[in-house]
């Protein structure tokens, strides 16, 4: 089976695997794995510029935006006029118009404030912004969403940089068969197998950070996902067999000595 | 000769102070700013890096720049 292109937002991509860029230890690390993930989308924050040190390095030097997709975030926004502001100085930084949304809700678990959520997706949306929105794994917020102009859907598979992997499958299911919009999984995956089972359950792509970024080996874990999420595509896509509860076997009885 | 008269403005949290009718362009060059990697507001509200030569600083005025660092 033919797979259809990557595309958000009318944009194609070529790998369904989004990086994060935090929590390296350098950026050349973090620019390593970028390029073994094979990712052409990576997020990225805005935050103050140091200045009493003007000679420290810089992210754009290292990942050069012109080869590799920004996604701007809003990480550490708890209200819709925070992420607007942060996204309207990324805008500025370099003209990006495809944004990744997060409105968090709850310092400790990170979870996502959804009214505010849902009120920032309309506000940008009218503001002209393609918002890719990180959202809880609920089908009814998935579809206000969607109605309220969200140009891909982003629900936790458990907390951000938890690890923990996907705590509801039914819920992702559920949004799938309910969206046509690309569903991405956002946050929680801890290892490549959580990938693949993403990509399984249907999902257009994954965003991993923490997974990566904290991996004793960034650069290879980096490959890890790569290949996970293409393996758990193929087998979402090749239609897998009925689960049975009792066996069959795989050689025929017939010409049995 | 000694410059009378100086303003205090505040960049990124931090006290600085310049003399009146400092260019935001000024400040930007002082802090040896990369103009195509940063992103400017003062007093919350952004500015166009086109017009950075034509906005005089003044007294109290908070400035904020902004870059891309790394996040998830």
């Known amino acids: 089976m033919i797979d259809k292109r990557f595309k958000i937002a009318n944009k194609i991509f070529k ?3 989004i990086v994060g860029t935090g929590k390296y230890k350098s950026f050349s690390e973090c620019a390593k794995a970028i390029k073994t993930s094979g990712a052409d989308i990576v997020t990225v924050a805005v935050r103050r ?8 390095a810089r992210l754009m030097d290292y990942i050069d935006p012109k080869k590799i997709t920004y996604l701007p975030n809003t990480a ?7 992420a607007i502001r942060t996204l309207r100085l990324a805008r ?6 495809l944004v990744k949304l997060e409105v968090l809700g709850d310092k400790r678990n990170l979870f996502p404030e959804m009214i505010e959520t849902l009120r920032s997706t309309e506000l940008l949306t ?3 912004f393609k918002v890719m929105v990180y959202c809880n794994d609920d089908p009814l917020m998935a579809k206000r969403l969607e109605n309220a102009g969200a140009v891909a859907i982003m629900p936790l598979a458990a907390p951000i940089g938890s690890g923990l992997g996907i705590q509801n499958k039914v819920n992702i299911k559920i949004i799938r068969k309910q969206t046509k919009l690309p569903l991405i999984i956002d946050a929680g995956i801890g290892q490549a197998s959580d990938a693949s ?9 994954v965003l991993i950070n923490t997974a990566i970024a904290k991996a004793k080996n960034p650069s290879q874990m980096a490959e890890a996902m790569k290949l996970a999420v293409i393996s758990g595509r193929k087998s979402y896509l090749s239609g897998r067999i009925n689960p049975n509860l009792f066996g069959s076997a795989s050689t025929t009885n017939k010409g049995i000595i | 000769m000694k410059i009378k008269n100086k303003i205090k403005i505040t960049v990124n949290g931090k006290q ?6 400092f260019t935001l362009k000024s400040l930007i060059t002082k802090l040896k700013m990369p103009l195509n990697k940063i992103a400017i507001e003062i007093n919350k509200k952004i500015i166009d890096k086109n017009r950075i030569s034509k906005i005089r600083l003044k007294k109290g005025d908070k400035i904020e720049i902004v870059h891309f660092i790394g996040g998830g």
């Open chain 1, 126 to 128: 009218k503001e002209g």
């Open chain 1, 15 to 17: 790998s369904r695997l």
């Open chain 1, 92 to 97: 500025e930084i370099g003209g990006w118009k």
């Open chain 2, 16 to 21: 600085m102070q310049i003399i009146p009718k």
């Open chain 1, 49 to 56: 510029v140091n200045i009493s040190n003007k000679n420290k």
């Open chain 1, 76 to 82: 550490g926004c708890f209200t819709a006029e925070d």
């Open chain 1, 197 to 205: 089972i993403a990509m399984e359950l249907g999902c257009d792509g």
